[in-house]
């Protein structure tokens, strides 16, 4: 099955600086990789996913970049704020699974902390 | 994007009752409902994966007969768990997805077994 590895576990930044958070995947039928971010004591919210017909896709401070050949995939936030603190997780799927075959294998996920 | 609603939000009860925990698909019909646990600090682990008006598919090492699913319409599944333990104390998540659509979320239900 799948295995979904995230780095770093931890991050910290300064108002302002970019963080980027890693995550590589083993199999290679995975072809949509969606990013969640999880505040404290809440479920996790979608903030954007890539599939693999696309290498990097941006909403407004937020990107994903995705290499198919090494089979990773990142995530890129800019001018980072004190509301960004919360933990991000990846995930990977094969989205032309239908039914009970279908199903997303998540990342450990990263702490981030942005210091005002 | 969609909206996922979970009931209730959180949910204290005594060893050996049953609980049971809501999931609806607020503005869309949800294809396939979705139950995670999420111990604290950890990542979510998958329970288990229903299809409206199936069985739920079990991921390996979850008791069907301890965690009772049911998906009875496209908009509704039910997450009941029976003679619960302090063991069982987590946040349970759920969430829905409609056909070659992306998965989204609800709030989560913490429970605290006594």
């Known amino acids: 099955g799948e295995n979904v590895e995230q780095h770093p576990s931890t991050l910290s930044v300064q108002e302002g600086d970019s963080a980027v958070i890693k995550c590589t995947y083993s199999?290679?039928?995975?072809?949509?990789f969606p990013w969640y971010k999880q505040e404290l004591g809440k479920g996790p919210q979608l903030i954007i996913d890539i599939r693999s017909n696309v290498g990097e896709k941006k909403d407004q401070r937020i990107a994903v970049t995705l290499n198919k050949t090494a089979k990773h995939f990142s995530l890129h936030i800019t001018e980072t704020q004190p509301e960004d603190s919360a933990v991000y997780f990846c995930?990977?799927?094969?989205?032309?699974?239908?039914?009970?075959?279908?199903?997303?294998?998540f990342g450990k996920g990263t702490l981030l902390t942005v210091n005002p | 994007g969609a909206v996922v609603s979970q009931h209730p939000s959180r949910v204290i009860c005594k060893s050996g009752t049953s609980v049971k925990i809501e999931c609806r698909s607020l503005d869309f019909q949800a294809t396939t409902m979705f139950w995670y646990r999420q111990f604290p600090k950890q990542s979510l682990m998958l329970m288990a994966t229903?299809?409206?008006?199936?069985?739920?598919?079990?991921e390996q090492g979850v008791e069907k007969d301890k965690f009772l699913i049911n998906h009875a319409s496209l908009t509704l599944s039910t997450l009941t768990v029976t003679s619960a333990h302090p063991e069982d104390s987590s946040f349970y998540i759920c969430s829905a997805r409609r056909i070659w659509e992306t998965q989204y979320f609800g709030p989560g239900t913490r429970l605290l077994v006594l």
């Open positions: 995930a990977a799927s094969n989205w032309n699974s239908g039914g009970s075959n279908y199903k997303l294998t």
């Open positions: 199999d290679s039928a995975s072809n949509y």
């Open positions: 229903s299809n409206e008006g199936s069985k739920a598919t079990y």
